[in-house]
């Protein structure tokens, strides 16, 4: 036997082993599928996914197949690509049909059940409009608090900026008092020194006084 008889008779061989796993995987899905209408709630939707599961398992194992394909001889590759493409075909009825089925649930959910009431209808939509009246309530009173918030911000910048010019006049007054304190010291300096000057005038006087008193008394014993 040839090498390409032996690739051929490998690649037939592995092509068998992915059909089978992709039957049993297409049957599990087939026959979850056709009980999925009998039941409900949370079964019902478990049964769903595992359909979803296996019809996903399936398509796996088809590109598989796929791959596998052009290992085989060109003249029996057509045939095993027929397979594949009604292999196909088959998961894609389950999908479509498995897409309805999740249709209907969500459609069931999103409406209710056929005993859902008029009266519950009616309590459920008094109840959002209570939630959406109590949420409208809290965004009104944020906003106002809000409001209130940015006023108070606005009067306290107006307190400090009217600290700050507070500030500013007692630094400017206490510049001018300095000032005053100064011209005061060099007053006082200038009073301190006359004062000093004079007193030393005062004495010179004395002295001369007492120089001609003393003159006046001694011209008279001479």
């Known amino acids: 036997?040839?090498?390409?008889?032996?690739?051929?008779?490998?690649?037939?061989?592995?092509?068998?082993?992915?059909?089978?796993?992709?039957?049993?995987?297409?049957?599990?899905?087939?026959?979850?599928?056709?009980?999925?209408?009998?039941?409900?709630?949370?079964?019902?939707?478990?049964?769903?996914?595992?359909v979803e599961k296996s019809t996903d398992e399936c398509i796996e194992i088809l590109d598989q197949l796929a791959i596998e394909v052009q290992n085989v001889q060109s003249g029996a590759r057509s045939a095993y690509n027929a397979k594949i493409r009604s292999y196909r075909s088959d998961v894609d009825k389950l999908k479509k049909g498995l897409k309805k089925l999740q249709d209907d649930e969500d459609r069931r959910q999103l409406l209710g059940s056929n005993n859902y009431s008029k009266d519950q209808q009616r309590s459920q939509l008094l109840q959002s409009n209570a939630a959406l009246e109590r949420t409208s309530e809290r965004l009104r009173e944020s906003s106002r608090i809000a409001a209130e918030t940015e006023q108070i911000?606005?009067?306290?910048?107006?307190?400090?900026?009217?600290?700050?010019?507070?500030?500013?006049?007692?630094?400017?007054?206490?510049?001018?008092?300095?000032?005053?304190?100064d011209r005061s010291i060099q007053t006082l300096k200038s009073m301190t020194r006359r004062a000093a000057a004079n007193k030393i005038i005062s004495y010179a006087i004395i002295a001369v006084l007492i120089l001609l008193i003393l003159l006046v008394i001694a011209s008279k014993f001479w």
Do not use: C
Request: aromatic share 6%; no cysteine.
């Open 1 to 50: 036997m040839s090498s390409q008889g032996l690739l051929d008779g490998a690649a037939s061989e592995l092509f068998n082993t992915y059909e089978t796993d992709y039957q049993v995987a297409h049957n599990e899905a087939e026959q979850k599928l056709s009980q999925i209408s009998d039941l409900d709630g949370e079964p019902r939707r478990e049964a769903m996914k595992a």
């Open 153 to 181: 911000g606005s009067n306290i910048m107006l307190d400090l900026r009217g600290q700050r010019e507070q500030l500013q006049n007692s630094r400017q007054t206490l510049f001018e008092a300095d000032g005053y304190v």
